[in-house]
């Protein structure tokens, strides 16, 4: 009689009810879709961030395109265009040079060759491919405006390289600041104009680590034989500044007005510098 006593049943039917309950209490938060998707959202940041961290290093080393100025010579414009990798010169082009007659086919002749040597060299410091000394010599001036520009974006996008490297290298980076392989690498400084019975000549260095890695005259004697002249002499003062490291170079043969006046604005210049 006391296993089928109707209050005992009643007991164990409550008993077994509060049993059901207590255990779909305990397995519904693992099938609760709200804590299955707070759960899933830790996985999908971490698989995100290392492929957006990956895309920004491939653009920012990607090839950078650059035209360099129009620089007008007596026979004709010339204009070059680079692309450069990694601060280097890749590919280098003229997309403007003296055409038309007798110039077609020094242009023809001396483009490849000045292209060759912008990438050879990775600079603007290139010799005059002989019977284009014109040509050559605006190709020069336009293949550093490009690499100017290559120095002023690079200026931007490597501040946190040269900041790692700022508390050794601070006067260096002063005083050899801005073109290079950074704006912050290298100084570019212009002398004075010195006059010369012939015409005014004007030099424009640039000095890295205490050295020059260029030099350029921005003007010289020109017209009739001057043109001649300074086609012929400039170039060989230009290599032996950088050589010298100094204003103390010996005058080109035929060209003592161009060269004195060329050693007084280095000189100028050297003075900006500190030199």
Do not use: C, F, W
């Not at 060759?116 to 002989?130: H, K, M, R």
């Not at 020069?140 to 790692?164: H, I, M």
């Not at 001057?226 to 204003?247: C, E, F, H, R, Y």
Request: aromatic residues 2%; proline residues 4%.
């Amino acid at each position: 009689m006391k296993k089928s006593h109707p209050l005992r049943r009643i007991v164990l039917a409550g008993a077994a009810t509060v049993s059901g309950i207590v255990l779909l209490l305990t397995l519904k938060p693992s099938s609760d879709p709200a804590a299955a998707s707070a759960e899933g959202t830790p996985q999908g940041q971490q698989s995100v961030a290392p492929q957006g961290s990956g895309g920004v290093q491939a653009a920012g080393g990607g090839d950078q395109t650059l035209t360099g100025d129009v620089v007008k010579t007596e026979y004709g414009n010339v204009q070059v265009r680079i692309t450069m990798s990694g601060g280097k010169i890749t590919s280098a082009a003229a997309i403007e040079a003296p055409s038309g007659g007798r110039s077609t086919e020094v242009s023809t002749n001396s483009v490849p060759k000045l292209n060759q040597a912008a990438i050879q060299t990775g600079s603007a410091d290139i010799d005059a491919v002989s019977g284009a000394t014109y040509t050559s010599g605006g190709y020069k001036k336009s293949l550093q405006s490009a690499l100017d520009k290559a120095g002023s974006s690079s200026a931007t996008g490597g501040g946190s390289a040269d900041a790692s490297g700022s508390t050794g290298g601070s006067t260096g980076g002063s005083t050899g600041g801005s073109t290079g392989g950074g704006a912050a690498q290298a100084k570019t400084l212009t002398g004075t104009a010195v006059e010369t019975d012939y015409g005014p000549v004007q030099v424009r260095i640039t000095v890295s680590g205490g050295k020059i890695t260029k030099a350029e005259a921005v003007q010289s004697p020109s017209g009739g034989r001057s043109s001649q002249i300074s086609g012929d002499a400039v170039p060989k003062l230009n290599q032996a500044a950088v050589a010298a490291g100094s204003a103390d170079i010996d005058a080109v043969s035929g060209a003592t007005y161009t060269s004195g006046g060329y050693k007084e604005s280095l000189q100028s210049a050297l003075d900006q510098a500190g030199g």
